[in-house]
């Protein structure tokens, strides 16, 4: 699957190699809290994980673990990329990312991202129709069953 990219004026296609399969991996390390696997109302985990490639150079890759809690889904996810030129890096991404889903429906996002130096955070959470999130200094409502783009749906 090849997924495009677009920031600003510039676009970068990265490749997500599926030939592979989903690889067993780890919980989430350090961060962002995500319950433990003790948790009251904890059902069953998934891990996937999947190499990034830039071109045919593998660059990284991005994981996510699923648990069904309490009748609705929790997600973590991370995601590290480098692209190096020579023994330089000249590109780094790091994303981590906390998703609570009830009736397919996103009720809690929390998330940090570093992109090249460039720190960005968004968070929100919903009751009802209502949906409010914050990025940066910028604070939005939104209605409705809200949902985030995902590979893991």
């Not at 109302?41 to 648990?67: Q, T, Y």
Request: hydrophobic share 30%; aromatic share 8%; glycine share 12%.
């Amino acid at each position: 699957m090849t997924i495009l990219l677009s920031g600003g004026s510039s676009r970068e296609t990265r490749d997500l190699d599926e030939r592979r399969g989903a690889h067993e991996i780890p919980p989430p390390g350090n961060g962002i809290p995500f319950p433990s696997s003790s948790a009251a109302g904890a059902g069953p985990s998934r891990a996937l994980r999947f190499d990034v490639f830039l071109d045919d150079r593998e660059i990284g890759d991005h994981r996510f673990e699923l648990r069904d809690v309490d009748g609705g889904v929790h997600v973590a996810s991370t995601a590290n990329f480098r692209v190096k030129a020579w023994i330089l890096t000249a590109f780094r991404y790091e994303h981590e990312s906390v998703e609570r889903w009830q009736g397919g429906c996103l009720r809690l996002i929390e998330s940090r991202t570093d992109s090249n130096g460039k720190r960005s955070t968004v968070s929100g959470s919903g009751e009802g129709e209502i949906f409010r999130v914050r990025s940066g200094d910028r604070d939005d409502t939104l209605e409705g069953c809200i949902r985030t783009f995902a590979y893991w749906t």
